[in-house]
């Protein structure tokens, strides 16, 4: 049987039912005005006007999907703002990326999350300032540091000292970006509520070259391709803090939520479906509902609360002795 609506393909797509790549190129009934956009590296603003017109018939699902604390009309701003570089991606795939971007909180605005082409297809990237958002929806973390070393700056790294004299940097801030010469390291750390402080993540140059040839698809097929157009290619600075921030993430107290971000992120990198690794909205509201629930049952059990007085306890009595044995007691005085 033939899946029709978005939700019947990502059921399917979760059990096993429709590969990723048909999830890709799947139309998702877009009008006929949208096969144009894949011939173009520019939309023109009426074709703008075309794909939000088509993104809104899905109004719905991005509005089940934003959390209340993401403002809609910011949120689709920014959607606007990023549709000319998806000129060439298929409508599924732009759908697919922008509901997996509304599902975790985050706007399209660059800074927290990215929507770029790879191919044909729109890919949604998370980025540092992402997973610091959520590192912070935790409620575990107080704050988050991140910071790249100069060549030329103060620094000091002593691993078994106590926090927070293990790791201090300097920048001497007088001085250029170029006087102070290239970046060296990226690193990462967290204040954790309760006052204790994260490890702190380092990473060189060459760990940022090694995570991107291991984990990125879209580095490779750039190399092979000889465009040179990924992000590790465009803006590897911003990639390596990213990365410190990755594994920062690991190193502090997880949330479902971000666990289900990292797991997204690496299916964009492998060039795979990401909207069935996003957060559900109903498993979320159902989660909610059972947490509202438990609160109550135990509110009820208050009897300050409920003003039910509790059931009255049996009094224990001490034991008495025998007759005889306090008449004895009595014959010996």
């Not at 660059?110 to 929806?137: N, S, T």
């Not at 575990?140 to 002593?158: F, K, L, P, Q």
């Not at 291991?214 to 990639?239: I, N």
């Not at 690794?277 to 609160?295: F, Q, V």
């Amino acid at each position: 049987m033939t899946t029709t609506t978005l939700k019947d393909r990502i059921r399917a797509a979760r059990s096993g039912g429709t590969a990723p790549a048909e999830q890709h190129d799947q139309a998702l009934d877009a009008p006929a005005e949208l096969t144009d956009v894949k011939g173009h590296e520019q939309v023109e603003p009426s074709m703008n006007k075309t794909v939000m017109a088509w993104l809104m018939r899905y109004e719905a699902e991005f509005d089940e999907a934003l959390p209340a604390h993401i403002d809609r009309t910011a949120f689709f701003a920014a959607v606007r703002a990023v549709l000319p570089r998806l000129a060439r991606c298929t409508p599924a795939s732009t759908l697919q990326a922008l509901l997996t971007c509304a599902r975790f909180g985050l706007i399209p605005d660059d800074k927290h999350a990215v929507i770029k082409r790879e191919g044909v297809l729109a890919v949604f990237v998370p980025m540092a300032q992402g997973f610091i958002d959520l590192m912070y929806r935790s409620g575990a973390v107080d704050s988050v540091h991140v910071g790249e070393i100069r060549e030329h700056d103060e620094y000091s790294y002593v691993p078994a000292a106590p926090a927070p004299d293990d790791f201090v940097h300097k920048p001497d801030l007088r001085k250029t970006k170029a006087q102070r010469g290239e970046v060296i390291l990226c690193y990462a750390f967290a204040w954790l509520k309760g006052g204790s402080r994260s490890q702190v993540i380092l990473l060189s140059r060459e760990d940022a070259e090694g995570i991107r040839d291991e984990y990125s698809q879209a580095y490779r097929d750039a190399e092979a391709a000889g465009t040179g157009d990924s992000f590790w290619h465009t803006d590897f600075l911003a990639m390596w803090r990213k990365s410190g921030v990755r594994r920062l993430a690991k190193v502090v107290p997880m949330s479902a939520e971000m666990a289900a971000l990292v797991k997204t992120d690496d299916a964009g990198e492998a060039g795979q479906v990401q909207v069935v690794h996003a957060p559900d909205p109903e498993d979320a509201r159902l989660l909610d509902e059972a947490t509202a629930a438990h609160e109550v049952a135990e509110a009820s059990q208050d009897p300050a609360e409920t003003g039910v007085r509790p059931l009255p306890r049996k009094r224990v009595q001490p034991k008495r002795r025998p007759r005889s044995a306090r008449n004895g007691k009595r014959a010996r005085r």
